[in-house]
């Protein structure tokens, strides 16, 4: 369940649990409580099992891999703001559940599925499918599919997906992001291309000058936020079940301070490339990080 709408009214990203992952509805700048529905969160030692589905070269595994690292990265050599204090804003959820046991991200396991195992054109039965290769305890599994990959649902209601899985053998999360290079980039790489719908300001230089991947970067940030805090559909979130908005959907279409309607708000730039981002990373990377809801103020906050 994941909203990741965008502020406006080409939301680029209703992330719904184990449906959507970006439509296009228009939602409020107040946004509503997050409601906590008095189940588990996701806690402890969790390891992110990534399978590769489909062409992906190794600067673009880079670019996801270094995300994931960048996650509980605490090097002093990393510049603030970073990646690792953003997603230290997801601890306050653990707080308000009374949870004492916050979850610790770590990279797992890499499977690499070039052949097209199931075609080109999947639904979602085969993304869970794929999902369920690797699983197991303490772990999300993550599928990525390339920009030649059709999945059901992606780009005409969502760029991604995350939900509960099962497999013979035990219960897992999981989570899919698509590649949105060629299919869809005014839906799911937006404010790298400018949006299918709405005020049409130029697009931002993508920090790892690639929109696909830098767009999938958001995706995953933002389907990693409703993972911990909303893994089985009873954790946190607001609006009905089956579409629910989460810690980072529930503020769409924001990354820096005075964000509004097409204007993703004031981030800071690379001077030598002209990108836009929002957080350090590991190796160097920079990268743009939606805004998470504060579950004690009940307001959106971003890194710039």
Not at 53 to 80: C, E, H, V, W
Not at 116 to 128: A, C, F, H, V
Not at 149 to 161: H, I, K, L, Y
Request: one cysteine or more.
């Amino acid at each position: 369940m994941a909203s990741f709408a965008i502020f406006l009214l080409f939301s680029l990203s209703l992330l719904l649990f184990n449906t959507e992952a970006r439509s296009f509805t228009q939602s409020s700048d107040q946004p509503e409580p997050l409601e906590y529905h008095d189940g588990p969160l996701l806690s402890g030692k969790i390891s992110l099992d990534l399978l590769w589905y489909g062409k992906f070269n190794p600067d673009q595994r880079a670019i996801i891999s270094d995300f994931i690292a960048s996650l509980s990265s605490s090097s002093p050599t990393i510049r603030l703001p970073s990646v690792a204090t953003w997603w230290k804003g997801i601890e306050k959820y653990y707080k308000v559940a009374k949870k004492s046991s916050p979850l610790v991200l770590s990279s797992g396991t890499q499977i690499l599925d070039e052949t097209y195992s199931l075609g080109k054109s999947l639904t979602n039965q085969q993304i869970e499918q794929l999902a369920s290769k690797g699983a197991q305890k303490d772990a999300i599994n993550v599928v990525f599919t390339s920009a030649d990959v059709a999945v059901q649902g992606f780009c005409s209601s969502r760029c991604g997906n995350h939900g509960p899985g099962s497999s013979k053998d035990s219960k897992f999360t999981y989570i899919w992001v698509g590649n949105s290079d060629t299919q869809c980039p005014g839906q799911c790489a937006w404010p790298f291309h400018k949006p299918i719908y709405g005020p049409q300001f130029s697009p931002l230089v993508a920090p790892n000058n690639d929109v696909g991947l830098d767009g999938m970067v958001i995706n995953l940030a933002t389907l990693l936020a409703g993972t911990a805090t909303n893994p089985f559909g009873d954790g946190f979130y607001q609006g009905p079940k089956e579409a629910p908005l989460e810690a980072a959907s529930a503020c769409p279409g924001i990354y820096g301070k005075g964000a509004y309607p097409g204007y993703a708000g004031d981030l800071l730039v690379d001077t030598s490339t002209g990108a836009s981002y929002n957080a350090n990373g590991v190796n160097a990377r920079k990268y743009l990080l939606p805004a998470l809801m504060d579950p004690e103020t009940s307001t959106c906050y971003t890194l710039a």
